[in-house]
Protein backbone atom coordinates (compact mmCIF):
# COMPACT_ATOMS: atom_id res chain seq x y z
CA UNK A 1 0.00 0.00 0.00
CA UNK A 2 1.58 3.50 -1.27
CA UNK A 3 1.73 6.02 1.41
CA UNK A 4 -0.65 8.29 -0.40
CA UNK A 5 -3.29 5.64 -0.26
CA UNK A 6 -2.78 4.84 3.56
CA UNK A 7 -3.53 8.51 4.27
CA UNK A 8 -6.15 8.55 2.07
CA UNK A 9 -7.81 5.15 4.29
CA UNK A 10 -7.08 7.23 7.40
CA UNK A 11 -8.62 10.36 7.02
CA UNK A 12 -11.55 8.82 5.16
CA UNK A 13 -12.45 6.29 8.39
CA UNK A 14 -11.24 9.13 10.52
CA UNK A 15 -14.13 11.15 9.16
CA UNK A 16 -16.50 8.42 9.01
CA UNK A 17 -16.56 7.90 12.87
CA UNK A 18 -16.22 11.54 13.70
CA UNK A 19 -18.52 13.24 11.83
CA UNK A 20 -21.28 10.31 12.05
CA UNK A 21 -24.34 12.03 12.47
CA UNK A 22 -23.30 14.69 14.22
CA UNK A 23 -26.08 16.81 13.12
CA UNK A 24 -28.90 14.23 13.80
CA UNK A 25 -28.43 14.07 17.41
CA UNK A 26 -29.94 16.72 19.95
CA UNK A 27 -27.70 18.70 22.04
CA UNK A 28 -28.72 17.10 25.50
CA UNK A 29 -26.08 16.66 27.89
CA UNK A 30 -25.44 19.38 30.01
CA UNK A 31 -22.09 20.45 29.80
CA UNK A 32 -22.90 20.01 25.99
CA UNK A 33 -26.29 21.92 26.24
CA UNK A 34 -24.34 24.88 28.15
CA UNK A 35 -21.34 25.55 26.26
CA UNK A 36 -23.44 25.39 23.16
CA UNK A 37 -25.95 27.67 24.38
CA UNK A 38 -22.79 29.66 25.75
CA UNK A 39 -22.07 30.17 22.56
CA UNK A 40 -24.78 30.63 21.08
CA UNK A 41 -25.56 33.89 23.51
CA UNK A 42 -21.91 34.93 21.99
CA UNK A 43 -22.99 34.73 18.56
CA UNK A 44 -26.00 36.76 19.03
CA UNK A 45 -24.77 39.61 21.24
CA UNK A 46 -21.53 40.35 19.86
CA UNK A 47 -19.68 39.77 22.72
CA UNK A 48 -16.97 37.82 22.35
CA UNK A 49 -15.31 38.66 26.11
CA UNK A 50 -17.72 37.54 28.33
CA UNK A 51 -19.27 34.13 28.34
CA UNK A 52 -23.03 33.91 29.53
CA UNK A 53 -25.56 31.02 30.20
CA UNK A 54 -29.16 31.80 30.17
CA UNK A 55 -27.98 35.41 31.51
CA UNK A 56 -25.76 34.57 34.11
CA UNK A 57 -22.01 35.08 33.89
CA UNK A 58 -20.23 31.21 32.70
CA UNK A 59 -16.81 30.88 34.43
CA UNK A 60 -16.73 27.21 33.86
CA UNK A 61 -14.06 27.27 31.35
CA UNK A 62 -12.01 29.69 28.79
CA UNK A 63 -13.27 31.00 25.45
CA UNK A 64 -11.70 29.82 21.99
CA UNK A 65 -14.14 26.46 22.06
CA UNK A 66 -17.13 29.03 21.83
CA UNK A 67 -15.05 30.76 19.20
CA UNK A 68 -14.91 27.61 17.13
CA UNK A 69 -18.85 26.91 17.87
CA UNK A 70 -19.97 30.70 16.95
CA UNK A 71 -17.89 30.05 13.16
CA UNK A 72 -19.84 26.67 13.09
CA UNK A 73 -23.00 28.54 13.72
CA UNK A 74 -22.27 31.40 11.07
CA UNK A 75 -21.56 29.08 8.62
CA UNK A 76 -24.07 26.19 9.51
CA UNK A 77 -26.70 27.84 11.42
CA UNK A 78 -27.28 27.78 14.95
CA UNK A 79 -28.13 24.03 15.58
CA UNK A 80 -25.99 20.60 16.53
CA UNK A 81 -24.25 20.43 13.08
CA UNK A 82 -22.95 23.83 13.64
CA UNK A 83 -22.24 23.71 17.37
CA UNK A 84 -20.31 20.42 16.42
CA UNK A 85 -18.78 20.92 13.57
CA UNK A 86 -15.02 22.16 14.84
CA UNK A 87 -15.37 19.93 17.78
CA UNK A 88 -15.39 16.80 14.83
CA UNK A 89 -12.48 18.46 12.93
CA UNK A 90 -10.56 18.27 16.08
CA UNK A 91 -10.92 14.57 15.83
CA UNK A 92 -9.96 14.22 12.56
CA UNK A 93 -6.77 16.39 13.22
CA UNK A 94 -5.86 14.53 16.25
CA UNK A 95 -5.72 11.43 13.96
CA UNK A 96 -4.18 12.91 11.50
CA UNK A 97 -1.06 14.40 13.60
CA UNK A 98 -0.86 10.79 15.46
CA UNK A 99 -0.70 9.00 11.97
CA UNK A 100 1.74 11.49 10.83
CA UNK A 101 4.11 11.37 14.27
CA UNK A 102 4.28 7.83 14.29
CA UNK A 103 4.95 7.52 10.52
CA UNK A 104 8.00 9.58 10.99
CA UNK A 105 9.61 8.37 13.81
CA UNK A 106 8.73 4.06 13.18
CA UNK A 107 6.79 2.74 10.58
CA UNK A 108 3.92 2.92 7.64
CA UNK A 109 2.27 -0.29 9.72
CA UNK A 110 2.82 1.20 13.42
CA UNK A 111 1.49 4.59 12.12
CA UNK A 112 -1.71 2.71 10.47
CA UNK A 113 -1.91 0.98 13.72
CA UNK A 114 -1.85 3.66 15.99
CA UNK A 115 -4.21 6.07 13.90
CA UNK A 116 -6.68 2.65 13.97
CA UNK A 117 -6.41 2.86 17.46
CA UNK A 118 -8.38 6.00 17.84
CA UNK A 119 -10.65 5.32 14.64
CA UNK A 120 -12.06 2.36 16.52
CA UNK A 121 -12.18 3.48 20.05
CA UNK A 122 -16.24 4.86 20.82
CA UNK A 123 -15.13 6.56 23.36
CA UNK A 124 -12.77 8.61 22.10
CA UNK A 125 -15.09 9.31 19.21
CA UNK A 126 -18.09 9.75 21.71
CA UNK A 127 -15.51 13.18 23.14
CA UNK A 128 -15.53 14.59 19.38
CA UNK A 129 -19.03 14.49 19.12
CA UNK A 130 -19.86 17.06 21.53
CA UNK A 131 -19.74 20.78 21.98
CA UNK A 132 -17.42 21.06 24.54
CA UNK A 133 -14.11 22.47 25.14
CA UNK A 134 -12.13 18.66 25.35
CA UNK A 135 -11.60 17.67 21.79
CA UNK A 136 -10.11 20.76 21.43
CA UNK A 137 -8.00 20.13 24.67
CA UNK A 138 -7.19 16.94 22.97
CA UNK A 139 -6.38 18.34 19.81
CA UNK A 140 -4.03 21.43 21.23
CA UNK A 141 -2.70 18.79 24.19
CA UNK A 142 -1.52 16.26 21.51
CA UNK A 143 0.16 18.63 19.05
CA UNK A 144 2.11 20.35 21.88
CA UNK A 145 3.14 16.67 22.92
CA UNK A 146 4.28 15.82 19.69
CA UNK A 147 5.88 19.56 18.57
CA UNK A 148 7.78 18.93 21.67
CA UNK A 149 9.65 15.82 20.62
CA UNK A 150 10.21 16.53 17.04
CA UNK A 151 11.59 20.36 18.40
CA UNK A 152 13.77 17.99 21.06
CA UNK A 153 14.85 15.84 18.61
CA UNK A 154 15.11 17.96 14.83
CA UNK A 155 15.95 21.29 16.74
CA UNK A 156 13.47 22.40 14.54
CA UNK A 157 12.53 26.10 15.73
CA UNK A 158 9.39 25.52 13.57
CA UNK A 159 8.34 22.30 15.87
CA UNK A 160 9.29 24.83 19.09
CA UNK A 161 7.06 27.47 18.15
CA UNK A 162 3.86 24.87 17.59
CA UNK A 163 4.70 23.42 20.80
CA UNK A 164 4.63 26.78 22.75
CA UNK A 165 1.71 28.01 20.36
CA UNK A 166 -0.46 24.48 20.86
CA UNK A 167 0.11 25.53 24.75
CA UNK A 168 -1.08 28.66 24.48
CA UNK A 169 -4.08 27.77 22.27
CA UNK A 170 -4.80 25.11 25.22
CA UNK A 171 -4.94 27.98 28.14
CA UNK A 172 -7.40 29.53 26.07
CA UNK A 173 -10.00 26.41 25.57
CA UNK A 174 -9.10 25.00 29.51
CA UNK A 175 -6.90 26.64 31.67
CA UNK A 176 -3.55 25.63 33.35
CA UNK A 177 -3.95 21.99 32.62
CA UNK A 178 -3.03 22.77 29.26
CA UNK A 179 0.28 23.84 30.19
CA UNK A 180 0.70 20.90 33.38
CA UNK A 181 0.39 18.46 30.76
CA UNK A 182 2.91 18.76 28.62
CA UNK A 183 5.24 20.68 30.55
CA UNK A 184 5.25 18.52 33.45
CA UNK A 185 6.01 15.57 30.43
CA UNK A 186 9.07 17.17 28.80
CA UNK A 187 10.67 17.79 32.36
CA UNK A 188 9.93 14.19 33.00
CA UNK A 189 11.60 13.14 29.98
CA UNK A 190 14.75 15.27 29.79
CA UNK A 191 15.27 13.73 33.61
CA UNK A 192 14.71 10.31 32.45
CA UNK A 193 16.72 10.87 29.13
CA UNK A 194 19.48 12.33 31.26
CA UNK A 195 19.45 15.71 29.25
CA UNK A 196 17.83 18.15 32.00
CA UNK A 197 21.16 20.33 30.92
CA UNK A 198 21.35 24.10 30.54
CA UNK A 199 22.84 23.79 27.05
CA UNK A 200 19.36 21.78 26.75
CA UNK A 201 17.11 23.52 28.23
CA UNK A 202 18.74 27.26 26.78
CA UNK A 203 18.02 25.65 23.52
CA UNK A 204 13.86 24.65 23.90
CA UNK A 205 13.56 28.29 25.05
CA UNK A 206 11.03 27.35 28.24
CA UNK A 207 11.11 31.01 29.90
CA UNK A 208 10.74 32.34 26.30
CA UNK A 209 7.90 29.62 25.24
CA UNK A 210 5.96 30.35 28.20
CA UNK A 211 5.69 33.68 27.75
CA UNK A 212 4.51 33.44 24.09
CA UNK A 213 1.92 30.98 25.26
CA UNK A 214 0.89 33.53 27.48
CA UNK A 215 0.50 35.83 24.68
CA UNK A 216 -1.84 33.92 22.88
CA UNK A 217 -4.22 33.37 26.06
CA UNK A 218 -3.90 36.84 27.85
CA UNK A 219 -5.18 39.47 26.03
CA UNK A 220 -8.63 37.53 26.47
CA UNK A 221 -8.05 36.57 30.47
CA UNK A 222 -7.39 40.22 30.85
CA UNK A 223 -10.39 41.55 29.15
CA UNK A 224 -12.75 38.97 30.79
CA UNK A 225 -11.58 39.84 34.13
CA UNK A 226 -11.71 44.02 33.58
CA UNK A 227 -15.56 43.10 32.13
CA UNK A 228 -16.43 41.10 35.25
CA UNK A 229 -14.34 43.27 37.76
CA UNK A 230 -12.50 39.88 38.68
CA UNK A 231 -15.27 37.39 38.93
CA UNK A 232 -14.63 35.25 36.37
CA UNK A 233 -10.88 35.24 37.30
CA UNK A 234 -11.60 34.25 40.83
CA UNK A 235 -14.64 31.62 40.32
CA UNK A 236 -12.76 30.15 37.06
CA UNK A 237 -9.34 29.80 39.16
CA UNK A 238 -10.46 28.79 42.18
CA UNK A 239 -13.32 26.90 42.04
CA UNK A 240 -13.61 24.83 38.62
CA UNK A 241 -9.12 24.31 38.91
CA UNK A 242 -7.88 24.38 42.27
CA UNK A 243 -11.02 23.52 44.11
CA UNK A 244 -12.35 20.88 41.45
CA UNK A 245 -8.72 19.22 42.55
CA UNK A 246 -8.76 19.11 45.86
CA UNK A 247 -12.11 18.02 46.34
CA UNK A 248 -15.20 16.80 44.23
CA UNK A 249 -17.71 18.68 42.75
CA UNK A 250 -21.01 17.72 41.29
CA UNK A 251 -20.61 14.33 42.73
CA UNK A 252 -18.11 13.46 40.38
CA UNK A 253 -15.81 11.01 42.73
CA UNK A 254 -14.10 7.87 43.00
CA UNK A 255 -10.92 5.23 44.12
CA UNK A 256 -7.73 6.38 42.71
CA UNK A 257 -8.30 3.19 40.47
CA UNK A 258 -11.64 4.91 38.74
CA UNK A 259 -8.80 6.75 36.43
CA UNK A 260 -7.01 3.64 35.17
CA UNK A 261 -10.85 1.73 34.63
CA UNK A 262 -11.30 4.91 32.37
CA UNK A 263 -8.48 4.55 30.74
CA UNK A 264 -7.63 1.08 30.12
CA UNK A 265 -10.98 -0.43 29.88
CA UNK A 266 -13.23 2.47 28.36
CA UNK A 267 -11.06 4.37 25.77
CA UNK A 268 -8.55 1.51 25.37
CA UNK A 269 -11.51 -1.35 24.96
CA UNK A 270 -11.20 -1.85 21.54
CA UNK A 271 -7.29 -3.08 22.08
CA UNK A 272 -7.79 -4.91 25.68
CA UNK A 273 -6.22 -7.40 25.12
CA UNK A 274 -2.67 -5.63 23.77
CA UNK A 275 -3.01 -2.48 25.60
CA UNK A 276 -0.98 -3.97 28.86
CA UNK A 277 1.34 -5.59 26.88
CA UNK A 278 1.83 -2.37 24.95
CA UNK A 279 2.70 -0.61 28.39
CA UNK A 280 5.01 -3.41 29.05
CA UNK A 281 6.59 -3.30 25.90
CA UNK A 282 7.04 0.46 26.27
CA UNK A 283 8.89 0.04 29.28
CA UNK A 284 11.57 -2.90 28.21
CA UNK A 285 12.28 -0.64 25.24
CA UNK A 286 12.01 2.48 27.09
CA UNK A 287 15.34 3.24 25.23
CA UNK A 288 14.10 4.10 22.22
CA UNK A 289 13.13 8.07 23.17
CA UNK A 290 9.54 7.59 21.24
CA UNK A 291 8.47 5.23 23.59
CA UNK A 292 10.01 6.33 26.43
CA UNK A 293 8.20 10.42 26.04
CA UNK A 294 4.90 8.95 25.08
CA UNK A 295 4.99 6.49 27.86
CA UNK A 296 5.87 8.83 30.49
CA UNK A 297 3.09 10.93 28.90
CA UNK A 298 0.69 8.67 29.93
CA UNK A 299 1.91 8.17 33.33
CA UNK A 300 2.00 11.61 33.98
CA UNK A 301 -1.42 11.98 32.76
CA UNK A 302 -2.87 9.31 34.65
CA UNK A 303 -1.25 9.87 37.89
CA UNK A 304 -2.30 13.50 37.70
CA UNK A 305 -6.04 12.76 37.20
CA UNK A 306 -5.64 9.78 39.77
CA UNK A 307 -4.63 12.43 42.26
CA UNK A 308 -7.28 14.62 41.25
CA UNK A 309 -10.51 14.12 43.81
CA UNK A 310 -13.13 15.15 40.96
CA UNK A 311 -12.93 11.98 38.56
CA UNK A 312 -14.88 12.35 35.07
CA UNK A 313 -14.10 9.52 31.95
CA UNK A 314 -13.43 12.65 29.76
CA UNK A 315 -10.59 14.30 31.71
CA UNK A 316 -8.09 11.32 30.67
CA UNK A 317 -8.86 11.67 26.58
CA UNK A 318 -5.86 13.61 26.32
CA UNK A 319 -3.50 10.36 27.24
CA UNK A 320 -5.47 8.41 24.56
CA UNK A 321 -3.18 9.59 21.44
CA UNK A 322 -0.26 8.70 23.19
CA UNK A 323 -1.74 5.36 24.25
CA UNK A 324 -2.17 5.09 20.65
CA UNK A 325 1.30 5.66 19.90
CA UNK A 326 2.30 2.94 22.11
CA UNK A 327 -0.61 0.00 21.28
CA UNK A 328 0.09 1.16 17.40
CA UNK A 329 3.68 0.49 17.52
CA UNK A 330 3.12 -2.50 19.77
CA UNK A 331 0.42 -4.14 17.50
CA UNK A 332 2.89 -3.62 14.09
CA UNK A 333 5.44 -5.74 15.37
CA UNK A 334 3.44 -8.76 16.81
CA UNK A 335 4.19 -11.94 15.49
CA UNK A 336 2.57 -15.40 15.03
CA UNK A 337 4.34 -16.68 18.20
CA UNK A 338 2.44 -14.16 20.30
CA UNK A 339 0.22 -16.77 20.33
CA UNK A 340 2.46 -18.82 22.47
CA UNK A 341 2.35 -16.83 25.27
CA UNK A 342 -0.11 -18.41 28.09
CA UNK A 343 -0.87 -15.27 29.24
CA UNK A 344 -1.85 -13.84 25.67
CA UNK A 345 -4.20 -16.53 24.95
CA UNK A 346 -6.16 -16.14 28.42
CA UNK A 347 -6.37 -12.16 27.15
CA UNK A 348 -7.08 -13.01 24.47
CA UNK A 349 -10.01 -15.57 25.04
CA UNK A 350 -11.36 -13.61 27.82
CA UNK A 351 -11.42 -10.26 25.69
CA UNK A 352 -13.84 -12.70 22.75
CA UNK A 353 -15.92 -14.13 25.05
CA UNK A 354 -16.66 -10.70 26.23
CA UNK A 355 -17.56 -9.43 22.22
CA UNK A 356 -19.74 -12.59 22.26
CA UNK A 357 -21.51 -12.08 25.32
CA UNK A 358 -21.93 -8.03 24.91
CA UNK A 359 -25.43 -7.75 23.08
CA UNK A 360 -26.33 -9.88 26.41
CA UNK A 361 -24.91 -7.10 28.26
CA UNK A 362 -26.62 -4.19 26.52
CA UNK A 363 -29.87 -5.92 26.63
CA UNK A 364 -30.16 -6.24 29.98
CA UNK A 365 -28.53 -2.55 30.68
CA UNK A 366 -31.13 -1.18 28.49
CA UNK A 367 -34.19 -3.35 30.50
CA UNK A 368 -32.70 -1.90 33.50
CA UNK A 369 -32.71 1.81 32.41
CA UNK A 370 -36.78 3.64 33.35
CA UNK A 371 -36.32 5.90 30.19
CA UNK A 372 -35.47 3.27 27.61
CA UNK A 373 -36.38 0.12 28.92
CA UNK A 374 -38.44 -0.34 25.61
CA UNK A 375 -35.21 -0.72 23.14
CA UNK A 376 -34.04 -3.49 24.41
CA UNK A 377 -33.74 -4.55 20.32
CA UNK A 378 -30.73 -1.98 20.15
CA UNK A 379 -29.23 -4.84 21.37
CA UNK A 380 -29.50 -6.59 18.25
CA UNK A 381 -27.19 -4.24 16.67
CA UNK A 382 -24.24 -5.55 18.82
CA UNK A 383 -24.54 -8.85 17.16
CA UNK A 384 -21.37 -7.92 15.03
CA UNK A 385 -19.19 -7.81 17.88
CA UNK A 386 -20.65 -11.29 18.63
CA UNK A 387 -19.71 -12.93 15.44
CA UNK A 388 -16.47 -11.25 15.47
CA UNK A 389 -15.76 -12.40 18.82
CA UNK A 390 -16.26 -15.78 17.43
CA UNK A 391 -14.36 -15.15 14.33
CA UNK A 392 -11.12 -14.09 16.79
CA UNK A 393 -11.56 -17.59 18.58
CA UNK A 394 -11.81 -19.42 15.27
CA UNK A 395 -8.74 -17.44 13.59
CA UNK A 396 -6.64 -17.33 16.66
CA UNK A 397 -6.44 -20.77 17.42
CA UNK A 398 -7.53 -22.76 14.77
CA UNK A 399 -5.83 -20.53 11.88
CA UNK A 400 -3.50 -19.51 14.32
CA UNK A 401 -3.82 -15.82 12.37
CA UNK A 402 -2.94 -12.89 14.53
CA UNK A 403 -2.81 -10.49 11.86
CA UNK A 404 -6.48 -11.37 10.97
CA UNK A 405 -7.88 -11.45 14.40
CA UNK A 406 -6.61 -7.84 14.67
CA UNK A 407 -8.42 -6.90 11.41
CA UNK A 408 -11.65 -8.43 12.30
CA UNK A 409 -11.35 -6.78 15.69
CA UNK A 410 -10.92 -3.49 14.26
CA UNK A 411 -13.27 -3.53 11.79
CA UNK A 412 -16.11 -4.73 13.64
CA UNK A 413 -15.54 -1.96 16.60
CA UNK A 414 -15.91 0.70 13.28
CA UNK A 415 -19.05 -0.50 11.92
CA UNK A 416 -20.38 -0.65 15.84
CA UNK A 417 -18.95 2.71 15.98
CA UNK A 418 -21.09 3.75 12.69
CA UNK A 419 -24.20 2.00 13.46
CA UNK A 420 -23.99 3.56 16.97
CA UNK A 421 -23.74 7.41 15.84
CA UNK A 422 -26.47 6.57 12.81
CA UNK A 423 -28.97 4.10 14.02
CA UNK A 424 -28.54 3.47 17.59
CA UNK A 425 -27.87 6.27 19.61
CA UNK A 426 -30.48 8.61 18.20
CA UNK A 427 -33.46 6.19 19.06
CA UNK A 428 -31.95 6.32 22.27
CA UNK A 429 -31.41 10.34 22.06
CA UNK A 430 -35.34 10.35 21.03
CA UNK A 431 -36.19 9.53 24.21
CA UNK A 432 -35.16 12.70 26.04
CA UNK A 433 -37.80 15.22 27.57
CA UNK A 434 -36.71 18.28 25.51
CA UNK A 435 -37.38 15.94 22.71
CA UNK A 436 -40.68 14.87 23.98
CA UNK A 437 -41.54 18.04 25.58
CA UNK A 438 -41.23 20.69 23.46
CA UNK A 439 -43.47 19.86 20.65
CA UNK A 440 -46.11 20.14 23.31
CA UNK A 441 -45.41 23.75 23.94
CA UNK A 442 -46.26 26.80 22.21
CA UNK A 443 -43.18 27.99 21.89
CA UNK A 444 -44.55 31.55 21.00
CA UNK A 445 -45.84 32.01 24.46
CA UNK A 446 -43.65 32.90 27.74
CA UNK A 447 -41.84 29.99 29.31
CA UNK A 448 -39.91 30.48 32.24
CA UNK A 449 -38.81 27.75 34.88
CA UNK A 450 -39.12 26.84 38.58
CA UNK A 451 -36.44 25.78 40.91
CA UNK A 452 -34.19 23.69 38.34
CA UNK A 453 -33.84 23.70 34.50
CA UNK A 454 -32.74 21.08 32.01
CA UNK A 455 -30.01 22.95 30.69
CA UNK A 456 -31.04 21.33 26.76
CA UNK A 457 -34.28 23.47 27.29
CA UNK A 458 -32.35 26.73 26.73
CA UNK A 459 -30.62 25.74 23.67
CA UNK A 460 -33.14 24.48 21.91
CA UNK A 461 -35.84 27.09 22.31
CA UNK A 462 -32.77 29.60 21.79
CA UNK A 463 -33.91 31.99 24.41
CA UNK A 464 -33.32 33.29 27.75
CA UNK A 465 -35.28 30.94 30.44
CA UNK A 466 -36.06 33.17 33.53
CA UNK A 467 -35.55 30.29 36.42
CA UNK A 468 -37.67 31.53 39.38
CA UNK A 469 -37.08 30.47 43.26
CA UNK A 470 -40.58 31.49 44.58
CA UNK A 471 -43.79 31.09 43.73
CA UNK A 472 -44.95 34.75 44.12
CA UNK A 473 -42.31 35.50 41.49
CA UNK A 474 -44.14 33.15 39.13
CA UNK A 475 -47.13 35.03 40.11
CA UNK A 476 -46.19 38.49 38.79
CA UNK A 477 -45.10 37.21 35.98
CA UNK A 478 -48.47 35.54 35.29
CA UNK A 479 -50.12 38.85 35.16
CA UNK A 480 -47.67 40.06 32.75
CA UNK A 481 -48.52 37.50 30.25
CA UNK A 482 -51.49 35.85 28.99
CA UNK A 483 -50.29 32.48 28.38
CA UNK A 484 -46.78 30.62 29.32
CA UNK A 485 -45.00 27.53 30.21
CA UNK A 486 -43.69 26.35 33.61
CA UNK A 487 -40.32 24.58 33.19
CA UNK A 488 -39.39 22.36 36.29
CA UNK A 489 -39.03 18.72 38.21
CA UNK A 490 -41.70 16.87 39.25
CA UNK A 491 -40.64 16.99 42.67
CA UNK A 492 -41.93 20.10 42.63
CA UNK A 493 -45.52 19.68 41.38
CA UNK A 494 -47.40 20.26 44.36
CA UNK A 495 -46.28 23.60 45.00
CA UNK A 496 -46.83 24.87 41.48
CA UNK A 497 -50.02 23.37 41.94
CA UNK A 498 -50.92 25.88 44.53
CA UNK A 499 -51.00 28.47 41.81
CA UNK A 500 -53.97 29.64 40.51
CA UNK A 501 -54.85 28.73 36.72
CA UNK A 502 -51.62 26.63 36.37
CA UNK A 503 -52.53 23.07 34.97
CA UNK A 504 -50.18 20.28 34.43
CA UNK A 505 -49.57 19.89 30.66
CA UNK A 506 -46.77 16.64 30.21
CA UNK A 507 -43.61 15.18 32.16
CA UNK A 508 -40.74 13.28 30.51
CA UNK A 509 -37.57 11.31 32.63
CA UNK A 510 -34.49 12.65 31.78
CA UNK A 511 -32.08 10.47 30.03
CA UNK A 512 -29.36 8.61 32.51
CA UNK A 513 -30.52 10.45 34.76
CA UNK A 514 -33.00 10.33 38.07
CA UNK A 515 -35.03 13.62 37.64
CA UNK A 516 -37.93 14.11 35.99
CA UNK A 517 -38.88 17.17 33.73
CA UNK A 518 -42.08 19.25 34.36
CA UNK A 519 -44.23 21.27 32.25
CA UNK A 520 -46.96 22.96 33.75
CA UNK A 521 -49.04 26.54 31.81
CA UNK A 522 -51.17 28.92 32.30
CA UNK A 523 -53.47 30.41 29.88
CA UNK A 524 -56.03 33.36 30.12
CA UNK A 525 -56.90 33.45 26.73
CA UNK A 526 -59.23 30.62 27.53
CA UNK A 527 -61.36 31.80 30.45
Not at 49 to 74: C, I, W
Not at 182 to 206: H, M, S, V
Not at 213 to 227: D, E, G, M
Not at 293 to 299: D, K, N, P, Q, S
Amino acid sequence: MSKQLSLAIILALAFAVSFANIGGLDVYALDEAKNAEAARAMFESGDYVVPYYNGELRTDKPSLHYYFMAAGYQVFGVNAFGARFFSSLMGILTILITFLFVRKNFSEKAAINSALVLIASIHFNLQFHMSVPDPYLVFFTTWAFFSFYEAYKTHSKWHLLSYYFAIGCGLLTKGPIALALPGLTALAFLIFNKDLKWKTIWRLQPFGGIILSLLVAFPWYWSVHKATDGAWTDDFFFKHNFSRYSEAMEGHEGLFLLTFVFVFFLGMLTYLPFVFQSLKHAFRQRKNEVLLYCGLAVTIILIFFATSSTKLPNYTVPAYPLLAVLVGIYVSQIKADWLNNLGNRIGLIAYSILMIGFPVGIYFGIQGDKTIYGLTDLSFYFIVLSISGALMLFYAFVKRNIEVVLRINITSWIVVIILFFHLIFPKVDAENPVSKLVPQMDTTAKIISYQRLNAAFVFELEREITRFTELAEIQATMLQHEKGYIISRTNHREDLEQIPGVQYVSEARDLFENPTTLIMMWDRTKE
